[in-house]
């Protein structure tokens, strides 16, 4: 069984940093690239950063694009997001998530529970 679990969010001051993890197991975790998606309340989501299964190659959206760092332990089968410099509008529930291919935005399957990150002074 796939099981993707998200933890490190909470409340942080605005210009303030979070790291976010999300432990994966049921899966070859290596295999699959990954991504992190975020639902801000009353939007919908919002694709945020996705990391390919091998080679280190990553992608953001522009809206964090220089402020969030996406990485990978695939032998602790771990995600990462640095998030450094936020700002109020990245208040959202943070998901991470499995997709179906090597390589980030080709569709994907599952989903953890998300981790809400509130940034707020």
């Known amino acids: 069984e796939v099981q993707l679990v998200e933890s490190g969010g909470g409340l942080v001051q605005p210009g303030g940093s979070l790291r976010l993890s999300c432990a994966a197991s049921?899966?070859?975790?290596?295999?699959?690239?990954m991504s992190w998606v975020r639902q801000a309340p009353g939007k919908g989501p919002e694709w945020v950063s996705g990391h390919n299964s091998g080679g280190g190659a990553t992608s953001y959206a522009d809206s964090v694009k220089g402020r969030f760092t996406i990485s990978r332990d695939n032998a602790k089968n771990t995600l990462y997001l640095q998030m450094t410099s936020l700002k109020p509008e990245d208040t959202a529930v943070y998901y991470c998530a499995k997709e179906r291919s090597s390589i980030p935005l080709r569709g994907m399957d599952y989903w953890g529970k998300g981790t809400l990150v509130t940034v707020a002074s």
């Open positions: 049921g899966f070859t975790f290596s295999t699959y690239a």
